[in-house]
């Protein structure tokens, strides 16, 4: 589609973090499956399921701009979760892996943070509240998800001190 007013720019941008959504909530089983940590591991499948009411939203912001919610592919995201994927496949030792997953998972959190907001300022310029109020749920899950995966990786860092 040809870009031409504030609202194809939305529009696009919400197929972009839809497509990165769908695409994170087929890649964080693996890593739940191989997190070492109990505490990351619950991190991750707690997020995992936030990530399904999240997609649920952003069909419900679709809906109000009556277009179908369709995805346009991210490679933004799909290189952060090559990497992620990367470490899973290359990384033996069961602490450095989950410091890895955790970089990894931050990456794309402050990337889904970086979407919503921009997202979020639009949709207050288009004068779409009722947007806002749904993106506004999803961007405060990203950051609640960031600030642990920081707790988690300090938590871990103190432990190794400590021993
Ligand atoms: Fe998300
Ligand atoms: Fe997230």
Do not use: S
């Amino acid at each position: 589609m040809t870009v031409k007013t504030m609202e194809d720019l939305f529009v696009e941008t919400l197929k972009d973090i839809y497509y990165a959504e769908r695409h994170i909530l087929k890649a964080l089983p693996a890593m739940v499956k191989k997190a070492g940590a109990k505490q990351l591991k619950d991190a991750l499948e707690t997020h995992r399921k936030e990530t399904e009411g999240q997609v649920d939203r952003l069909e419900q912001v679709f809906q109000l701009f009556e277009v179908t919610a369709r995805g346009k592919k991210c490679q933004a995201i799909e290189g952060i979760v090559a990497e992620a994927k990367e470490h899973m496949k290359d990384i033996e030792d069961a602490e450095v892996l989950d410091a890895g997953m955790i970089g990894a998972a931050q990456a794309v959190e402050h990337y889904e943070i970086t979407r919503y907001g921009t997202l979020i300022a639009w949709a207050k310029q288009l004068g779409r509240d009722d947007a806002v109020e749904l993106l506004e749920a999803n961007l405060e899950q990203e950051k609640n998800a960031d600030k642990l995966l920081t707790n988690i990786a300090e938590a871990a860092v103190n432990r190794k001190a400590a021993a």
